[in-house]
Every structure is written in C-alpha cells, then in structure tokens.
C-alpha cells in the first residue's frame, strides 16, 4: 500500500492554493487532515500528480463566536472542535457528534472542512452541518461564494464545489434549543450504520422549529425537510414524532454493505431518529 | 519527482534527510532514522500500532507523509523513558502484564502518555475510550487498561508529593 | 551452617518458580520499543519483493508482461511462474499432503493470489513495478459455495488434479471433493438415532474468519553464495519444520539451511503455513545474490494467508426423555478454499474435530468431514485453536442447547446430566480419544453459584415478561459453555506434520557460577514463554528463574521441535525442560553426594539443594554443584552440567472450562452489550497465574470478535468483501468488556508437572458462551439456530424474522 510517486505543495495562502489548482486542474488535489486521501492514494485508486496541503494556511483555522454567529476555518480538527470550551457552550451538538467521528488519533488531524468537502456521504459531519443549515464558504479563480450545506451535496463525491474551488470556513447561527447526534455504529472506527442529527426549539409546548438530517443513509446527507414539517407547529406527541420518524426514513435511501441490508438500514435509521428526537426534546 | 528536505526533531534531535514527499512518516521513522519501535500494522489508520506522538498529538504515521511531517516535533516510543530507567507508563505495562506479543505496545504507550498529560485523572471510561485507536489482539485491553489507571495513579502521586 | 539455610518458603520464593506471578522478562525490551520483528530488520543491499495479486476469484491468465516494470530503475526482476518451473518452485507441497502455487501457474483460484513477484530497491518502487505488470486474464465462472462444488454445471477448479480419484486422505468421488474423512461407528450411531426417543437436529456453521495478528507475515532471505548458506528470518511459529520442509522442496542440505524467527507480533496459527512470500523470498535473495525482504499488508494478509474455520456441521444428537444423551451424528462440509493448506497432523485432514461429543458422556457416535475446493484462499489454519477444536466445541455447544429445547430442559441441568463422571477418568470417547483428566461437576457447579445462575435465570424471565408487556425492547441472553479442549500435539504414534513427529525438546546448559541457558524447539509469539519456562526450570533445578536465559527460534542452536500453535508448547515443549531438568538433577545428585562423601541414595532433595539425609547441615546447593562440574574431577561422571530431553507426550491433554456470559441485547438495533463474562478455567498445574489470567482475557476478546462479527466473507464473485481493519471486526477497548477469571485445578496424570496448557481454551469455550447468550435471548421466541457471526444486521434479522417487530 504505496501512494504513486506526486509533486508536493505547501502554499501559505488561499489564493496560492487556488493558483495552483487552476495550473494543474485535474492532476492537483488539496489535502487536510489526509485521513480521507491518503488511504485511498495509498490503494492507487486515485491519481494525483500533486498534492496541494493546506496545512499551511493560518487563515483557514480557527473557532470564531460572534454574537449569534458561529466560524469555523476549514483546517480546524475534530479535536480542536471537542476541546473547545466556547463551542461546546455555543453549539454542544458539535462536540457531541465530533466525539462520534473514527478515534482518537484521526481526530488529531481530521478537519471539519475535509470531512464535509470530499462528499462521503459516510462521513458525519455534512448530515450535522445540515441539520444546523450551515453555510460553506468557497473560494476560486472567481472569487468567494456561499453555499448552503443543504444545498452542497449532488451525489456520493459529487458537490457544488467546482475542481478549482476549495471550502475555507463554514459558518451557521448559534443553535437553540434541543439537539441531539445519535449514530449507530459496528465499533469505535467505524463510519455510521446510520446516523441522524436533531435540533428542536419548543416555545409554548409547541415544537416552533425543528431541523433533521441523515448519515450514511443515502448517496449524500439527507436533510428530511418532511420530518421538519411534521414536527413544526406540533406538541411533539408521540403520533407525531412517529410521523417525523416515518418521513425520515422514506427519505433515506441506504445501500447494501458489510453493514446490513437494506431493511435493516431503514430500520434502524428508524429508531435512530427517533432516540435522536426523543433526546433532543428532553433537551430542549 | 525528486526527494526533498526534510527537517524534523525527533525525540529532542533535530533531523535532516533526504525524502519522496510520498513516503509515509512511519517509513521515514522506522526506514531513514532506525527508530522502529513504531510498527505497522493495518496500513489503513485502523490499528494505531503506528502512533507516535507529532507536535502534541496523537497520530497515526501510517497515514502522514513525510512531507506533513516538515519541521515537526515528533516523539517515538523511543524518547520516553530515560536509558538508565523505564517511564511510569512503561513500569505499569509490565507490572499489570499490559502487554503479550509487544507489538501493539509502543503505540499503545504513546497514546497513553498523551491521553495522560491531557487527562491526568482518567475514569477507567475515559481511557477506554481515549485508547480506542489501538487495537490489540493479545490482552483484551483489561491489563493495559489497568496499567494506564496505576500510572496515572503513581505519577499524580509524585506531583503531589513534590 | 545450618543456621545459614533460609526457610524453605523463603528459599522456594526466592527461585519464582511454578505458581508465582512473575513479571515477564520480555517486558523491558517490547515496553520501550526494543523488540525486534522481521520488519525491523536491515541488511546492507537488502532488496524488497512483493506480489502482483489477482484480482479475480478465477481466471485464466493468458499473458503477463513484465517489460514495463523491468525498465524501472531500481526493479531488479519480476518472476512469474515460468521463472520457478525450472527450479521445480512454481508449486509447492501443503502441510495437509496437497500441493500450492507459489506462482500463478496458468491460471488464478482466489482473489489475491499471488501472480508474479516484483524484487526491488525497496518497497516503493516494487509497489510501482507491481503497478506496471500487465497480466491478461480471462475470467472463469467462480465457485463460491461449497454445497454448489459438485453439482453438474460446477466449474472445476482445479484441472492439475482434476482427473486423480485418489488424494493425499483417500478416494475423491468428484474433481473439487478434496476428501471424506470419517471417525466413530457409523452404523451404530444411525441405529441409536433411529430408535431414540428424542432427536434433535441442526446445521450449525461456524463461519470463515483469519486469525490476523497485528504483525503480518514476512521474512528476510539472504543465501550467502561465499559459504553456501542460506538463512531465513521470518514469522515462523515452527522454524525447525520449515527448515526441513525448504530443504526437502530446494534440494539445499539442511545443514546449509538456518531458520530464525525473531520476535513475533502475535500468530493465533497464522504464521504456521509456509507462503508463497516465503519461497519467492529465498529464490529473489539466489537470484540476486542479496538478502530479500517480503513483508505482506494487511489487506494481502487477510485476503491471502491462513483462513480459519468455515466449517458447516450437520449433527443429529439423540436422547432419552429424561435428558440422557445417546448418540451423536455429524456431517460437515469444510470448505478449504482453492488448494487444501490445512495445517492438521498428518493423518488428521479434519484436525481434532472428532473431539466433538465434548465434555459429555455420549457412548455412540460418528463424524464424517467432506474437504472441497472453492474459488477462495487457501488455510484452514488452527485460529487460537488445537486442530479444528474450536469448531468441535462450537458444534456440540450448540447442539446440546438444541438439545435442551427439544426437551424443554434447562441446559445447565442437561450438562451435569451428561457430563463425564470424575470417576470415569481417563475416559475413553466414542470417536477414539483418551481424555486424561477432569472433574467437571466441580467447575460447572462453581461457575453456576458464581454468576448466581438461579438468579440470573429469574432476572431473565422478568424481563421477557416486561419486553412482552411492551416496556423494553431488550431482552437478556445468558451463554453457556462447558468446553473440552484436546491439546498438546502430540503423541509421535499418531501425530505427524509431513512425516516429522510432534514431539518436542529442551536443552539445558548449567554455567559454573550456577546460571543456566535453555533452549527449546518452541518460539513464542506473546505467550511469555521466556518467563514461563525459566519458571518451570527453576522448581526442577533450584536455580532462581531469573538467573536462567530462554533461547527459542534459531534453528541452528535451538534443539529439534515442531514449534508453538495448538496449545502444544506447555504441554509438549513444558514437558521436555521438566525431563531435561529432572536429568540436570540426577546428575547434579551424583556430585553432591561425591562433594558431601555419602552414597547417591544417600542425599534428598530440598528445592535448591541435595541434603544429606537425616542431616540437614550439610548440603550442597545447585550453585556450589555447578562448579564442582565444571572444577572437580568426579570419578565416574563426566564434567559439566547439561541436559537434553526429546519429548514424545503418551497422550494429548485435555484442559476443560466453564464460560457464561450475560448479555444485553437491544431487538431494535441488534446491538449487544457484554453485562458480565465469568470464566473458569482448568488447565491443570497453573505455572504463572497472571499470564494465565492475561491469556484468558485475550482469547475471550477473539472469541467475542468471532462471535460477534469477524469474518472474512466473499461475494458471489468471489471479491473479500471484509479486506480492511474497518469491515473485519476487531473490538476496540471500548467494545470490550472485562472479565470475570476463575480456576479449578485438576493435573494431567501424565505430564511431569501436570500442566495441561491453556491459551486456546478461552477462544474454544468463549465463542460458544458468546453465541449462545444470543441464542438464548431469542429462544422464548422460537429460536433454535442463526448463524454466525452475530454482528448487528444478523441478530437485528433473527428479532425481525421471529416477529419481533412492527
């Protein structure tokens, strides 16, 4: 398990980085943490003749909590995310499902941006990011747009990021409310059986706002904009969050693998969503 | 796609060699700098037998290229404990019959010490969970998890103490 | 004089012999990175070979074109099948009597197999030479199920022998039937069946696994064309059989040939086989003139060395109405994958299987075992196993609940029903074995009265009532296990590996100032036996443990011995250093009565010393003794101290166990959670108790993983569909529980210390305590049988098929 032989770039900026990927194109592929990359270079599944680290760039990292506002640069690990004290307070949901992500080590080096940008729709945090409608922040040759993570996500390694774009930050609003990040997974490594992230706001013993999305249930994550409807507006009762539950599961759209089947995929993405609801009510 | 410098301390030692950018750090450890206490085991990231310690973390140097790796401050098994004695950690494991094959070892200890100098009070939970990137198959992890809670016991013992 | 000699107790405890906790000698090295695998090695021009692997299950191969990875710099050569025939290596013989390509030879018969080998200057630039390979297959139709290997429009797997009708175990009746093994009276036992008031019957599979230890298999070859010589360093759990073995297939001299294992990062009966990596190794290193290292990764280990189990076992067992075991009846259809490398004695192609009636009292019974090619790796290795003892002990486990339910009797009581008497020992089995000792009643009723199974059982039944009143969805399962394991392979009459008897040895050299060195035909791979030994050397010699050095593993000092797999090295190899020792002694008895002026039958011995009797002041102790060997002129005895002992056992041992487990398991997820494991475990004369207890919590771990979800599985193409440490299960410290150790004790009668051997035992009786809580938790619902492994989607898929859900 030896990775093809490449170029290898360490730019201090952005804009550098975004040169550098207009010059090689296709042969060029930026690298975070590496924890996604490197095993698949190492398989030679991919080619890549030169590899672009984005360790390099300070502006890339970083929490930052601005009134109601939450940034995260794209180069901040999941450990940096689990050890921040201001975040777990500002949106515990993101130390809550980052301490679900692979082990200890990866952690380390695992970032947010990378586990959101390369499409797996393995990984936990697109279906988190979703469930928080978070925006992403890319930049290329033309400059920096925002998409919205709900929005991102086309197909499995597919998203609206073109080849010369790289993610640098992602922002959403200082969630409130209840919230909850339930995985089901064989062992601590593993990537989601099926996981299900939750957020829910009551004012007046009415569900006022509500947010439900998927891991690893689908090609992409699964933002369940039904489930939402459901659940909105409702006193949260157990026929209704068995409504939001069913809504849940017809969206998803889980593959056989070494995992389970598919009946046993939906089934638990069932009971997932539902711990996840059930857990963020009480939270909330 | 010829070699470039590589510049790193290792153990308290500046290092500077020659490297493929594609070559992975536990090569460069275990290849370049005859520090193989670090082993191979799974290539994919799985089984941690390859951590070692890289500017206060734990990682797995089966999947870092050497060229992350640059100017890096890396600890191996190697630098902890002194030649005229063991570390608290590596006392424990033999103690506590922590250890069978001894390959999963040295990784093993590493991420304890740094699990320990950022928790230095773990629940028997707490390291667990925080050993869960090591795979062993010889002890079933009941020893070293033994052995990770009496060297945290002893070496709060001394700081009290001093 | 008298007044100088310490306290016997003070004096045994100074030695750490038999019984002490002694910390392991192996420690100081492995705790700070010292050890030294075949991967640590570094030799001046030492090239690294590697595989072009197949990627197909079966195919043709119609060309390989090596001239691209050639023209890279630093590709030394490629050798392809064509390159070996010369040398007569393109296949090589199996440890089960069948024969192995090293190379593809024409065609390919499971994924991963070894096409061709790329030698270069390191390890990177052979992965680009292997890149550069173009090989040109033509796919064939795959054969994957081992029930599909005879029928009409089966493929033929493999065409070298596709047209003998008799193999290395006896007539094959089809082209992919390897052989028919068959043990017990067969007519017997169907009339038993026939006539008996209550029959019970299951297909009971214990699925493909691999023993993957964290270190996989390599080796260093480096043929020294000076002197002639060629030395192999390698993951070798029997040094001294390969070195036959590569003499008998080079036609080098034995004596030109040294075998060295080096530490070993752990083998559970991986490193046993002899690989192809090993045999292209050599050839690279005489090619080239310099040493080779082939050292495979993980996805080449867990797809193409040493599979374990896949064992399908069809059994009847048979009753009275009371509960009273008659017969047993089993067929199984082993499928050894592409060529049979099954590591088995000799004249065993199905190993130990025919331990299957357990430890219970079944006075008819009978085994027939059908060997088939399938398009998959080759193995069927030992996993932490004696000899397919493991999948014995999971067959009759789980027959006996079966067994239970028919009869609506609680398992516990059917055991102690049918056990074997204390009285009945040594007992003869139906299936031809002589169990050397046991009490079993005793264990099994101190493991029932240490989990409180009556209460157990209690808290179980509410449960299910709160589960069937729709307050929980979980229900709790309690795993039983009483295992028999038959280890210590073995007697030389019955036990052979390609011919060479399975005794084993130990040589002892006594220094002048009273240390020693031994060494011993054994290689440990984690087991301690560096410590272990000492232990039982110093009880036998009085030489405190740590003044005596353990040597195993090179050939070249190391006495003859068959090596560490099959629990065999306490009870083959422990033996020979207590017979090596007890002749150190004997000698040692003789000068001390020449130094102390008395008769030999004149003087005792008193744990570190020869007294004279009836005066205790005077003695000589072993220190003293082991000068005067070297010192003295002794009239009659020659000088010096040393000693070799060639074990052959009379029989096998036969440690035994009681397991239960207690398990939590969620009918919606078909998640599981450990609540409680006891273990007790019988190995007889307990040598160091904390390796036991350490060996005990590892095996149960693999056994947990077996149970719970490791396997190595295929698709109907034949790909591995479980090649990385992702999909193939190994627990985490998070997943694993702690375990409850506990010990009887009951001595083999024939080994010198009664030692009976013990790091199997927790892997054979722990993966049926595992499955069976599972089963047992599902049983009110009507289940009598679900397959391994019992991952989430399987135990998610017995509540779902039971009706368990909405």
């Known amino acids: 398990m030896i990775a093809s032989a490449f170029e290898y770039h360490k730019p201090d900026t952005v804009d550098g980085v975004v040169s550098l990927l207009s010059k090689w194109g296709d042969d060029a592929r930026v690298i975070a943490g590496g924890h996604s990359l490197i095993p698949v270079m190492k398989q030679r599944m991919t080619d890549i003749s030169h590899l672009i680290d984005l360790g390099g760039i300070a502006e890339l990292k970083g929490i930052s909590i601005d009134g109601d506002k939450i940034n995260i640069g794209a180069m901040t690990t999941q450990h940096e995310l689990i050890a921040s004290e201001a975040l777990a307070k500002a949106a515990p949901l993101i130390r809550e499902a980052s301490l679900q992500i692979a082990d200890p080590q990866v952690r380390y080096l695992g970032t947010i941006g990378g586990n959101v940008a390369n499409g797996d729709p393995a990984n936990d945090m697109p279906g988190l990011m979703q469930t928080l409608d978070a925006t992403y922040y890319l930049t290329g040759p033309g400059g920096s747009r925002e998409v919205k993570a709900r929005d991102f996500y086309e197909a499995a390694y597919f998203t609206a990021r073109e080849d010369e774009e790289i993610l640098t930050a992602i922002s959403f609003a200082k969630p409130s409310g209840g919230f909850a990040y339930e995985k089901q997974k064989r062992k601590i490594g593993d990537y989601a059986t099926a996981a299900a992230g939750v957020m829910i706001t009551i004012e007046g013993g009415k569900c006022k706002a509500a947010s439900v999305a998927l891991t690893n249930l689908s090609d992409t994550p699964v933002y369940c904009a039904a489930a939402v409807d459901a659940l909105v507006g409702s006193s949260l009762d157990d026929a209704t969050i068995k409504t939001a539950v069913k809504a849940a599961v017809d969206a998803s759209d889980p593959v056989a693998d070494t995992r389970g089947p598919v009946d046993f995929k939906k089934h638990v993405a069932g009971v997932i969503v539902k711990k996840a609801i059930t857990s963020a009510v009480a939270r909330a | 796609m010829g070699k470039t410098h590589l510049k790193m301390t290792v153990n308290g030692k500046e290092v500077e060699l020659l490297t493929e950018p594609r070559q992975l750090l536990i090569h460069v450890l275990r290849e370049d700098l005859n520090l193989t206490g670090a082993h191979i085991g799974c290539e994919s990231s799985h089984c941690g037998a390859c951590t070692v310690d890289m500017n206060g973390m734990s990682i797995k140097s089966c999947t870092v290229f050497a060229a992350q790796a640059q100017d890096a401050e890396i600890t191996t098994i190697e630098g902890l404990g002194s030649s005229d004695g063991l570390h608290v950690l590596q006392e424990m494991f033999k103690e506590h019959h922590g250890l069978q094959c001894g390959y999963c070892t040295p990784g093993m200890i590493t991420r304890a010490h740094r699990l320990l100098q950022e928790n230095s009070n773990p629940t028997e939970e707490e390291v667990r969970f925080g050993i869960s990137g090591n795979l062993c198959r010889c002890t079933g992890y009941q020893n070293i998890v033994k052995a990770i809670l009496a060297a945290a016991a002893k070496m709060n013992e001394v700081k009290e103490s001093a | 004089m008298n007044e100088s000699t310490p306290p016997k107790e003070e004096r045994m405890a100074a030695l750490s012999g038999l019984g002490t906790s002694r910390k392991r000698v192996e420690d100081a090295r492995f705790t700070q990175g010292k050890g030294n695998y075949v991967d640590d090695m570094k030799m001046p021009g030492m090239l690294f070979g590697d595989f072009v692997r197949s990627p197909y299950a079966h195919a043709r191969i119609k060309s390989i074109n090596t001239e691209a990875a050639l023209a890279l710099p630093g590709v030394h050569a490629v050798l392809t099948a064509a390159d070996l025939e010369p040398l007569g290596l393109h296949w090589m013989p199996t440890l089960a009597g069948d024969k192995q390509m090293v190379l593809a030879d024409g065609k390919v018969l499971f994924q991963g197999q070894e096409v061709a080998y790329v030698v270069a200057d390191d390890r990177y630039i052979a992965d680009d030479g292997i890149q550069a390979v173009v090989v040109e297959y033509e796919e064939l139709p795959v054969l994957v199920d081992p029930f599909k290997a005879e029928l009409d429009d089966a493929p033929v797997l493999r065409e070298d022998i596709a047209d003998q009708s008799e193999g290395a175990h006896g007539p094959r009746r089809h082209p992919n039937h390897i052989f028919t093994w068959e043990s017990g009276d067969r007519a017997a036992t169907e009339a038993v069946l026939s006539e008996a008031e209550v029959v019970a019957e299951e297909m009971i599979y214990y699925h493909r696994t691999h023993p993957c230890p964290l270190e996989t298999c390599g080796c260093v070859a480096s043929m020294d064309k000076v002197n002639g010589k060629l030395t192999v360093w390698g993951t070798f759990q029997a040094p001294h059989a390969v070195r036959t073995v590569a003499s008998l297939i080079s036609g080098i001299a034995e004596h030109n040939i040294r075998i060295v294992s080096p530490d070993i990062g752990g083998g559970f009966g991986n490193k046993v086989g002899v690989y192809p990596g090993y045999i292209c190794a050599i050839?690279?290193?005489?090619?080239?003139?310099?040493?080779?290292?082939?050292?495979?990764?993980?996805?080449?280990?867990?797809?193409?060395?040493?599979?374990?189990?896949?064992?399908?076992?069809?059994?009847?067992?048979?009753?009275?109405?009371?509960?009273?075991?008659?017969?047993?009846?089993?067929?199984?259809?082993?499928?050894?994958?592409?060529?049979?490398?099954?590591?088995?004695?000799?004249?065993?192609?199905?190993?130990?299987?025919?331990?299957?009636?357990?430890?219970?009292?079944?006075?008819?019974?009978?085994?027939?075992?059908?060997?088939?090619?399938?398009?998959?790796?080759?193995?069927?290795?030992?996993?932490?196993?004696?000899?397919?003892?493991?999948?014995?002990?999971?067959?009759?486990?789980?027959?006996?609940?079966?067994?239970?339910?028919?009869?609506?009797?609680?398992?516990?009581?059917?055991?102690?029903?049918?056990?074997?008497?204390?009285?009945?020992?040594?007992?003869?089995?139906?299936?031809?074995?002589?169990?050397?000792?046991?009490?079993?009643?005793?264990?099994?009723?101190?493991?029932?009265?240490?989990?409180?199974?009556?209460?157990?059982?209690?808290?179980?039944?509410?449960?299910?009532?709160?589960?069937?009143?729709?307050?929980?969805?979980?229900?709790?399962?309690?795993?039983?296990?009483?295992?028999?394991?038959?280890?210590?392979?073995?007697?030389?009459?019955?036990?052979?590996?390609?011919?060479?008897?399975?005794?084993?040895?130990?040589?002892?050299?006594?220094?002048?100032?009273?240390?020693?060195?031994?060494?011993?035909?054994?290689?440990?791979?984690?087991?301690?036996?560096?410590?272990?030994?000492?232990?039982?050397?110093?009880?036998?010699?009085?030489?405190?443990?740590?003044?005596?050095?353990?040597?195993?593993?090179?050939?070249?000092?190391?006495?003859?011995?068959?090596?560490?797999?099959?629990?065999?090295?306490?009870?083959?190899?422990?033996?020979?250093?207590?017979?090596?020792?007890?002749?150190?002694?004997?000698?040692?008895?003789?000068?001390?009565?020449?130094?102390?002026?008395?008769?030999?039958?004149?003087?005792?011995?008193?744990?570190?010393?020869?007294?004279?009797?009836?005066?205790?002041?005077?003695?000589?102790?072993?220190?003293?003794?082991?000068?005067?060997?070297?010192?003295?002129?002794?009239?009659?005895?020659?000088?010096?101290?040393?000693?070799?002992?060639?074990?052959?056992?009379?029989?096998?041992?036969?440690?035994?166990?009681?397991?239960?487990?207690?398990?939590?398991?969620?009918?919606?997820?078909?998640?599981?959670?450990?609540?409680?494991?006891?273990?007790?475990?019988?190995?007889?004369?307990?040598?160091?108790?904390?390796?036991?207890?350490?060996?005990?919590?590892?095996?149960?771990?693999?056994?947990?993983?077996?149970?719970?979800?490791?396997?190595?599985?295929?698709?109907?193409q034949g790909n591995v569909t479980t090649g990385t440490l992702m999909d193939f299960f190994i627990p985490t410290a998070w997943e694993t529980p702690n375990y409850q150790t506990d010990f009887t004790e009951t001595p083999s009668p024939h080994h010198p210390i009664g030692a009976k051997g013990v790091g199997e035992s927790p892997n054979v009786g722990g993966v049926p305590a595992f499955s069976n809580a599972v089963h047992d938790a599902f049983k009110s619902f009507g289940l009598t049988q679900s397959h391994m492994p019992h991952d989430h989607w399987r135990i998610w898929k017995i509540a779902n098929s039971l009706g368990l859900h909405d």
């Open chain 3, 283 to 716: 050839v690279a290193s005489i090619v080239t003139g310099v040493p080779v290292k082939w050292v495979e990764d993980r996805m080449d280990n867990l797809m193409a060395t040493a599979f374990a189990r896949d064992y399908w076992m069809h059994g009847k067992i048979s009753a009275t109405k009371e509960g009273k075991i008659t017969g047993l009846w089993c067929h199984t259809t082993a499928d050894h994958g592409a060529f049979d490398a099954c590591a088995d004695p000799t004249k065993f192609p199905a190993g130990f299987m025919n331990i299957c009636t357990g430890s219970y009292d079944i006075p008819t019974a009978y085994l027939a075992v059908d060997g088939i090619y399938t398009n998959k790796a080759p193995g069927g290795v030992a996993y932490r196993c004696s000899f397919r003892v493991t999948e014995a002990a999971y067959f009759i486990e789980r027959m006996i609940e079966v067994l239970a339910i028919k009869l609506g009797m609680d398992a516990a009581d059917l055991r102690v029903k049918n056990f074997i008497q204390k009285d009945q020992f040594p007992y003869q089995s139906a299936l031809g074995w002589e169990y050397d000792s046991g009490d079993y009643h005793t264990a099994w009723s101190k493991a029932l009265a240490a989990v409180d199974y009556e209460g157990l059982r209690a808290e179980q039944a509410e449960r299910l009532a709160a589960f069937n009143r729709g307050e929980t969805r979980k229900l709790i399962g309690i795993g039983l296990s009483h295992f028999t394991e038959i280890v210590g392979a073995g007697p030389v009459k019955n036990c052979d590996i390609l011919g060479l008897g399975m005794f084993d040895s130990c040589e002892i050299r006594i220094h002048p100032t009273g240390s020693a060195i031994a060494r011993l035909g054994t290689i440990s791979q984690g087991q301690g036996h560096a410590t272990t030994f000492a232990q039982i050397l110093a009880s036998e010699i009085g030489i405190p443990a740590e003044d005596i050095t353990l040597e195993e593993g090179d050939t070249d000092t190391a006495p003859y011995g068959l090596g560490t797999y099959g629990s065999r090295s306490t009870p083959v190899a422990g033996a020979a250093t207590a017979m090596a020792g007890r002749k150190i002694r004997a000698k040692a008895q003789m000068i001390a009565a020449y130094l102390l002026e008395v008769h030999d039958n004149d003087v005792e011995w008193d744990v570190d010393r020869f007294v004279v009797k009836g005066a205790p002041e005077r003695f000589k102790t072993m220190k003293e003794i082991a000068f005067a060997s070297y010192s003295q002129a002794i009239p009659g005895v020659e000088p010096g101290l040393e000693a070799v002992s060639y074990y052959d056992p009379p029989n096998m041992t036969y440690p035994f166990g009681a397991y239960i487990c207690v398990m939590e398991i969620d009918t919606d997820t078909g998640t599981t959670e450990i609540r409680q494991f006891y273990a007790l475990d019988d190995c007889g004369t307990r040598i160091n108790p904390m390796i036991i207890e350490g060996q005990v919590h590892g095996g149960l771990t693999e056994a947990l993983a077996i149970a719970l979800g490791q396997e190595i599985a295929y698709d109907e």
